[in-house]
């Protein structure tokens, strides 16, 4: 589809209150296109990577800048344990572990339980990069180039929002759900 500005181009074409948005506003067309993708990465998987941080005996460090969220329970601690997850606020109030055998997330940092210096190898979701308008001409989006049309379906519900369609948008919004989801199948 090419760069973000081809992609509300091609949204913005099949309608003339879609064109005016795009010419008037596209500052407020940028947020729901983050906002988009942001929910597409969350519910479709489709951006991972792995992380290989090396946890001192403090046993916490900060998350990466990309970091959307884990794939919860496969953090891998050695070649046969993984951690598990639990409660940043239950893990404090049981206050000390025997073994490392837990992981939180917590206000952007990892912590693992039963504190100890490692190198754990943890599945986690990418956010994707966040766009502006000064980048709109020269940057892809991150998620891959045949789910591009999928983000349509979001812009048009926030599109009929504005107009304050609001039952119209709620069925918009759930078939781009639904579609993010569709795409977790194919991942």
């Known amino acids: 589809m090419g760069t973000v500005v081809n992609i509300l181009e091609d949204w913005a074409s099949t309608e003339s209150g879609k064109q005016n948005l795009y010419a008037s506003q596209q500052g407020k067309l940028i947020r729901w296109l983050n906002e988009a993708q942001l929910l597409f990465c969350d519910k479709s998987e489709c ?13 916490n460090i900060a998350l990466p800048s990309d970091f959307l969220r884990e794939i919860k329970n496969r953090v891998k601690w050695q070649d046969d ?38 190198t754990p ?42 107009m ?15 579609n993010a989801r569709q795409a977790y199948n194919d991942f």
Request: charged share 20%.
């Open 121 to 162: 190898e943890i599945p986690y979701i990418q956010k994707p990069t966040a766009l502006t308008v000064a980048t709109l001409s020269s940057t892809n989006l991150d998620i891959p180039t045949q789910y591009h049309h999928r983000l349509f379906l979001f812009l048009d519900s926030m599109g009929l929002r504005e």
């Open 47 to 59: 951006l991972r990577d792995v992380w290989q941080p090396t946890v001192t005996s403090t046993g």
């Open 81 to 118: 344990k993984y951690l598990s997850q639990i409660d940043y606020p239950t893990a404090n109030i049981v206050g000390s572990f025997s073994d490392t055998q837990f992981y939180s997330i917590w206000n952007d940092t990892f912590y693992v339980w039963g504190a100890a210096a490692g």
């Open 164 to 178: 304050k369609d609001y039952a119209g948008s709620e069925i918009l919004f759930d078939k781009f759900e639904n």
